[in-house]
């Protein structure tokens, strides 16, 4: 059987959230390298993957996917019983809760965490741009905004679909680790629950791993 190929780059937020489901679970696969600042993400081959010229793509013998929250649950269901429960589909209330916070992840925290990343780490070191200030402060309030509603949730709850850690807690590592390295990082000590669960959950051994291959420059 050929090995799941990832298609993607270990700095860039979305494969990291593919390579975490990966590691959790324990599966071999290969990590195919897509140059984005050489355009190869744009090629006829890339295209071929994934019609929006995005990585990640995944291939598993006839199967190509894109799209990371769709590939990670695929990871998952493949890989079912190998490594932690992360989509909970045994339990109707617990698999409904992991999809409601991967759903905040998606629209809530990332429209306003991405944006400041970008600004302040992305686009000055690989692009050599000039951070907009306007850009960081409309979405750093609009962060806290998000912060304020999972403070409140994480104060009666370890995890964000209950007391599991699962691939919606999984699906914040990538632009969270981001925004750490940014000027902007202390807004978390304002919110204790937020940043126990942050910490908490960063010390798993596959989150060590997949750090590792990130670097602030995306
Ligand atoms: C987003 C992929 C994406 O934005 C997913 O896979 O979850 N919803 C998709 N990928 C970025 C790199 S990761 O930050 C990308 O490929 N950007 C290049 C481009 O959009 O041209």
Same mark, same amino acid.
């Given at each position: 059987?050929?090995?799941? +190929?990832?298609?993607g780059t270990p700095m860039a937020t979305c494969t990291v959230r593919v390579l975490l489901?990966?590691?959790?679970?324990? $599966?071999?696969?290969?990590?195919? =390298?897509?140059?984005?600042?050489?355009?190869?993400?744009?090629? %006829? $081959?890339?295209?071929?993957?994934? =019609?929006?010229?995005?990585?990640p793509?995944? @291939? #598993?013998?006839?199967?190509?996917?894109?799209?990371s929250? $769709?590939?990670a649950?695929?990871?998952?269901?493949?890989?079912?019983?190998?490594?932690?429960?992360?989509?909970?589909?045994?339990?109707?209330?617990?698999?409904?809760? &992991? #999809?409601?916070?991967?759903?905040?992840e998606?629209? @809530?925290y990332n429209?306003?965490i991405s %944006?400041?990343v970008?600004?302040?780490l992305?686009? =000055?070191?690989?692009?050599?741009?000039?951070?907009?200030?306007?850009?960081?402060?409309?979405?750093?309030? +609009?962060? +806290?905004?998000?912060?304020?509603?999972?403070?409140?949730?994480?104060?009666?709850?370890?995890?964000?679909?209950?007391?599991?850690?699962?691939? $919606?807690?999984l699906s914040h590592f990538s632009y969270t680790k981001y925004f750490m390295a940014? %000027?902007?990082?202390?807004?978390?000590?304002?919110?204790?629950? &937020? +940043?126990?669960?942050?910490?908490?959950?960063t010390?798993? %051994?596959?989150f060590?791993?997949v750090a590792?291959g990130m670097t602030s420059?995306q």
């Amino acid at each position: 059987m050929s090995l799941i +190929k990832l298609y993607g780059t270990p700095m860039a937020t979305c494969t990291v959230r593919v390579l975490l489901c990966l590691e959790e679970v324990g $599966a071999k696969y290969e990590l195919v =390298p897509i140059s984005m600042p050489t355009g190869e993400h744009k090629s %006829p $081959a890339h295209l071929a993957r994934n =019609p929006f010229g995005q990585i990640p793509a995944l @291939q #598993d013998g006839d199967l190509t996917l894109f799209e990371s929250r $769709a590939i990670a649950r695929y990871v998952l269901h493949k890989f079912k019983g190998q490594g932690p429960d992360l989509l909970r589909e045994d339990n109707l209330s617990d698999s409904a809760m &992991v #999809d409601v916070w991967l759903e905040v992840e998606a629209h @809530q925290y990332n429209p306003a965490i991405s %944006p400041i990343v970008y600004q302040s780490l992305i686009l =000055p070191r690989m692009y050599g741009g000039t951070p907009d200030q306007t850009i960081i402060d409309t979405n750093l309030e +609009k962060l +806290k905004k998000v912060l304020d509603v999972y403070e409140t949730h994480l104060a009666k709850s370890k995890y964000l679909a209950g007391d599991f850690f699962s691939l $919606a807690d999984l699906s914040h590592f990538s632009y969270t680790k981001y925004f750490m390295a940014t %000027p902007y990082a202390s807004v978390f000590n304002s919110y204790p629950h &937020v +940043k126990a669960w942050w910490e908490d959950f960063t010390s798993r %051994p596959a989150f060590k791993k997949v750090a590792a291959g990130m670097t602030s420059q995306q």
